[in-house]
């Protein structure tokens, strides 16, 4: 089991920059890779970033140039560098990670979200 503690998260004003972090504690000698999530009132949980084991990222069109992700597995945590921000950016922000299953799947595990509000 991983459990995943989000922090950062607040209201700041459209082209301004905000930076979460996610611990992670509990079986993370086993995680693979680590991201961010965010789920708009009214729609979907999406992906925003993922970083794998050996550093590999992948970005979400809409933030690609402005969201930096990064991770420091001796602390475990993956933080989520959020620059030049817009409304459609307000969400709740959940951190993800996931491990290999026994069956040969990965088993997934989320945060309790971070509200992120950005004011126009």
């Known amino acids: 089991q991983v459990q995943l503690v989000e922090s950062g998260g607040g209201l700041v004003q459209a082209g301004g920059s905000l930076r979460l972090s996610c611990a992670a504690s509990g079986s993370i000698f086993s995680i693979n890779a680590m991201g961010w999530y965010r789920q708009a009132p009214g729609k979907q949980r999406e992906l925003v970033a993922t970083?794998?084991?050996?550093?590999?990222?992948n970005y979400a069109d809409s933030v690609k140039g402005r969201f930096t992700i990064s991770r420091d597995d001796a602390k475990n945590t993956v933080d989520l560098q959020m620059n030049s921000l817009k409304p459609e950016d307000t969400a709740v922000y959940y951190c993800y990670a996931d491990e290999p299953s026994a069956g040969g799947s990965l088993d997934d595990y989320w945060g309790q979200g971070t509200q992120v509000t950005v004011s126009s």
């Open positions: 970083i794998a084991t050996g550093g590999s990222t």
